[in-house]
């Protein structure tokens, strides 16, 4: 049976964690396509418009979309917490950037259907999850995949109050992954980044309180980015690193295994083989 065909429960897939840990390459493990919000601005390469949509696009969409309630389009920047659900897009501000999701097809078909990869700001979902509309992303049908690079877990740090391992862990690896793209290293964006993990921190636990077991959190988690590209950037270092990845994931799954959400992807052919992943060229 295809992932397109299979029945319910329906699955979906969310990885979460800090910046350099490895949310992007881990994506590779499963063959789902991706759910990703539309950035509302001009895109900077070719690979980056697919993932990009004009302002003026933007704002007709919402004209015609938001609720009569909503207000007007927000410019240049939207509140921190915007969060306007239309009748086939959501619209949702990323620490200001506005940012548009297409949730259901004009024949009112939802996009969540079948099994996706979401990637969404973690704030947003929680309020995506504590909605009730017609998105299709629900705490039943989300398996979380929270990356944790510190031995305690998030839930224990305290509110907004990541701890010095997890702290450490996040500029090390945005420095280490930029160094290693041999670009120049940007250290105020990595200390910005790092301010950052307060806000994310309590979300991830919020996430995981309203997830419940099916949000899985792998504490000491080492598949940082970075180590996809040691020790020389070749694929097959990718594919290595991709594959210890993967037993460590399945190791939490199948603590849960007995979840419907998790056994529905357990079951499926969404995770790929490890031969599949030995094949793969475009890792990172």
């Keep these: 049976m295809s992932i397109e065909t299979l029945q319910s429960p329906i699955f979906h ?82 620490r200001g950037d506005r940012q548009c999701l297409r949730f259901q097809e004009d024949d009112g078909k939802s996009v969540l259907r079948s099994p996706k990869r979401v990637e969404i700001f973690a704030p947003r979902l929680i309020d995506i999850l504590k909605s009730e509309t017609s998105i299709g992303l629900r705490p039943d049908n989300v398996v979380v995949l929270l990356l944790n690079p510190s031995a305690n877990k998030y839930g224990d740090m305290g509110a907004g109050r990541p701890d010095e391992d997890l702290k450490q862990a996040t500029f090390y690896a945005i420095t280490k992954r930029t160094e290693l793209q041999r670009k120049p290293v940007d250290v105020p964006d990595a200390q910005k980044r790092v301010r950052r993990l307060s806000d994310e921190l309590d979300a991830w636990v919020e996430i995981g309180k309203l997830v419940g077991p099916s949000c899985i959190e792998y504490r000491s988690w080492q598949h940082f980015e970075f180590r996809y590209h040691q020790p020389n950037s070749s694929p097959t270092n990718a594919n290595r690193e991709l594959l210890a990845a993967r037993d460590t994931i399945l190791a939490g799954l199948n603590k849960v295994g007995h979840i419907p959400a998790v056994q529905a992807l357990l079951s499926s052919s969404a995770i790929r083989s490890a031969t599949e992943i030995l094949e793969l060229t475009d890792i990172v």
Excluded: M
Excluded at 56 to 79: F, L
């Design 13 to 94: 897939i969310c990885i979460l964690g800090p910046s350099g840990i490895g949310k992007s390459p881990l994506a590779s493990l499963f063959r789902l396509s991706g759910l990703d919000p539309l950035r509302v601005r001009e895109p900077r390469d070719a690979k980056d418009l697919a993932l990009c949509i004009a302002e003026p696009d933007a704002i007709q969409v919402y004209n015609a979309e938001k609720p009569i309630e909503a207000g007007p389009w927000p410019t240049p920047k939207a509140p921190e917490r915007w969060f306007v659900v239309g009748q086939h897009w959501l619209f949702i501000s990323v």
